[in-house]
């Protein structure tokens, strides 16, 4: 199965030459799934549309792809890569880069990032019961790297904020995202910032 960057079970046996077409076959077809489900909407991104757009065949699309969910996933798994990139360790404190991080996820919860999301996870929900799928396949990666970076303010002290860094994290993302799914109260980068500052209690 080809992965959301393009690589793949056994690719390091394959010819060199065939790397690259590898690579932009998979990333034509994740452009086009996310390009489709954000101007057309989910119930229209069939494989068959993807297919059509991306001028790829549905039998390679079957080949890399389990079921259309998992590539509905990795499409915004990809588009999510690139506008909401993981902060890296040398760009400031860990407190410093979860705000910026936060941040940037509420603002990009304004736009079609935020639709297209819950029309993923809510697809998720309605074909298999849960949105495990779309935790296994997006969201475990990026939580654990943000989790392992609170706990890193925890043990240098520049997070004061006690308890497990899961659980900190839960309560940043999850009340950004409950916010957002009911429309309770706007949300802002400068409320996400501010809400990093309670939850984690940077050292001053």
């Known amino acids: 199965m080809v992965t959301a960057n393009g690589g793949g079970d ?17 990333n034509a077809i994740l452009e086009s799934a996310y390009a489709l489900m954000a101007s057309t909407g989910l119930a ?4 068959d549309a993807v297919a059509r757009h991306s001028g790829v065949s549905k039998m390679t699309i079957y080949k890399w ?27 400031g404190s860990p407190a410093a880069r979860a705000r910026r991080h936060a941040a940037a996820y509420a603002e990009a919860l304004q736009g079609e990032f935020g639709k297209v999301q819950l029309a993923v996870i ?3 929900i309605s074909k298999t019961g849960s949105a495990e799928l779309f935790y296994a396949r997006y969201l475990q990666f990026r939580r654990d790297a943000l989790v392992e970076m609170i706990a890193a303010g925890q043990n240098d002290g520049s ?9 900190l994290y839960d309560a940043i993302y999850g009340s950004l995202f409950y916010r957002y799914v009911f429309g309770i109260a706007p949300i802002t980068p400068t409320y996400a910032r501010n809400l990093v500052d309670l939850v984690l209690r940077p050292k001053a």
């Not at 056994?10 to 998979?26: F, H, K, L, Q």
């Not at 229209?44 to 494989?47: G, L």
């Not at 997070?159 to 659980?167: F, S, T, V």
């Open 122 to 124: 809510s697809e998720c």
């Open 44 to 47: 229209a991104t069939t494989i």
């Open 159 to 167: 997070i004061l904020a006690e308890g497990p860094a899961e659980d």
């Open 65 to 91: 792809w389990p079921s259309r969910e998992a590539l509905l996933i990795d499409a915004f798994l990809r588009h999510a890569a690139q506008m909401l990139p993981l902060p890296p360790a040398s760009s």
């Open 10 to 26: 056994g690719a390091d046996s394959a010819p060199r030459r065939g790397r690259p077409r590898s690579i932009e076959t998979s």
